[in-house]
């Protein structure tokens, strides 16, 4: 694993380590008990998740209302009924993140679908944990009902939009005056970029995590480390060659911190770009383009979708976007099978004019 790789696990850890100090104290048994089948992304995710969920039994439960985390014990869990998590499901919906030492600063939050059964998720997974370990009675987790994830329609860019993007990158053409200051020295970067997140469908985590010593230009290959933290080959078309090898050549004359001068693509600070950066430069250049909210995570959907339009080979898809189960791909692109069977409908004549 790369340098990167291993400092950013290391502040994963650490934020974790953080975190639980304003969890139940019991929760320490429940995420060193997951380690070793776990990322520890995972575990900060579900440490997130567990913070806003007693902070709710806090602020609402009829019997742990008032009750300070630090003076939770395990068996306090058995008080709480699968009832009291479907109200918290509905308190997601929409609930007030408050800054007790700043009320200015508290915040209203609203969470969808997915962000509802991320939290049932963690929630599951500790009531199972401990259940399992016979330190609470019941598992009131398990007949809650995950929350219905209904399939947005894919937002992408078409042919068109895709080609004005890439130009309103090289040219800055439909930036501010403000934005245009900057834009001739970082246009060959930010087209590297955009162009690299196009060509190969990768994540913007996968992207910046990129060092200057994993492309292999003889193969057209780039070295990522994914989800989970296996590393594996993407491959790049002539187009991503040369606005790989026109940024390298600038590149090759920055001056950069002592602990990122292996990483590919910099800031201007020159430290290794984060991905804040990425997905504001591409909703940068997006606007102006095109009125739809396009994201880094919309240009993967433009290349996965060019793919299967491509090829028709939805486990080709799946094996380039890193998707673990084929499934999660099917799901994503059911609306481009859709139109195919409509259009499929229409080829099948029953009488001849």
């Not at 609470?136 to 929350?147: E, G, K, L, S, W």
């Not at 246009?187 to 060092?211: F, H, P, W, Y």
């Amino acid at each position: 694993m790369s340098t990167y790789h291993e400092n950013l696990k290391n502040q994963e850890t650490l934020r974790l380590r953080e975190l639980q100090k304003e969890l139940p104290s019991f929760l320490g048994e429940f995420f060193r008990g997951i380690a070793q089948t776990t990322s520890t992304k995972t575990r900060l995710g579900y440490a997130y998740d567990l913070r806003i969920f007693f902070r709710y039994l806090y602020e609402e439960h009829r019997t742990l209302g008032g009750i300070a985390s630090s003076k939770l014990v395990v068996e306090n869990l058995n008080e709480i009924l699968s009832e009291d998590i479907d109200c918290f499901m509905e308190y997601l919906s929409y609930y007030i993140r408050p800054d007790y030492e700043h009320p200015e600063n508290s915040a209203e939050l609203h969470n969808d679908e997915k962000g509802k059964s991320r939290k049932l998720a963690a929630i599951r997974s500790m009531f199972k944990f401990f259940y399992k370990k016979k330190k609470i009675h019941a598992n009131p987790a398990t007949i809650v009902d995950t929350p219905k994830i209904h399939n947005k329609q894919i937002i992408r860019l078409d042919v068109n939009e895709m080609a004005d993007f890439l130009d309103a990158v090289e040219s800055g053409e439909k930036l501010t005056n403000h934005q245009k200051a900057f834009h001739e020295r970082a246009k060959k970067r930010d087209l590297a970029i955009t162009t690299l997140l196009l060509g190969t469908g990768m994540r913007v985590s996968e992207c910046v995590g990129i060092n200057i010593k994993d492309i292999d230009f003889k193969n057209n290959a780039i070295k990522v480390v994914r989800k989970g933290g296996s590393m594996v080959f993407l491959y790049f078309s002539e187009e991503v060659q040369e606005a790989l090898e026109d940024y390298l050549v600038e590149r090759q004359n920055a001056i950069t911190k002592e602990e990122n001068e292996d990483a590919l693509f910099l800031s201007s600070q020159g430290k290794r770009i984060d991905v804040r950066t990425v997905q504001k430069l591409v909703k940068k250049y997006a606007f102006g383009v095109t009125v739809k909210k396009i994201s880094p995570h919309k240009l993967r959907s433009t290349f996965g979708t060019n793919l299967y339009q491509e090829t028709g080979d939805i486990y080709l898809v799946a094996d380039a976007l890193g998707h673990a189960d084929v499934n999660t791909t099917k799901k994503h692109y059911a609306e481009i099978e859709d139109q195919k069977r409509r259009k499929a409908a229409s080829y099948i004549k029953l009488r001849k004019d």
